[in-house]
């Protein structure tokens, strides 16, 4: 989205409340597997790794990018009583909680070819699109991911 699809929170004193999105979150079931996807895998880089006591802290960005990150989130407390977090893993098992990441890349058929060699499994080969080429896959968790090489603009 470019400025004119912007939506900027301001106060009555025209100062920005609300400066940039940093980080998103999806739900997994066990971080270690989600770790070893999402680095090992796709090559993101870890970027947080905290216990906290009552949580584990853990995030992955893309590399050179330390601006945004996604919080690889187990559904439990304190985000969610007990009940709701088991209702959310039985959802998550079936496919049906999953988030949704949407990635660029220079060259969607090589990163396509790269990544199914390494065991990743997609849902749908790279296509071409008016916006570009891209390709879709689920993490191990059902979380659905795109990989897109948007189209050069003029």
Sequence with gaps: MGPANSVLLTTSGGKEVLKSLAISSIYVLDQDEALDFYV????????????????????VNVPGDKSREVLLEL???????????????????????????????????????????????????????????????????GNFLRFSQPTAQA
């Design 40 to 59: 090992g895998k796709l090559g993101l880089e870890k970027k947080e790794d905290v216990d906290l006591g009552f949580m584990r802290w853990l995030t």
């Design 75 to 141: 559904p439990a407390r304190p985000a969610m009583d007990d009940k709701t977090a088991a209702q959310v893993r039985d959802l998550v098992t079936k496919g049906h909680a999953g988030g949704n990441l949407f990635f660029t890349t220079d060259d969607c058929r090589k990163t396509y070819k790269e990544l199914k060699a390494k065991g990743v499994e997609f849902t749908e080969e790279p296509t071409e699109r008016p916006y570009g080429i891209d390709c879709g896959l689920r993490d191990p968790f």
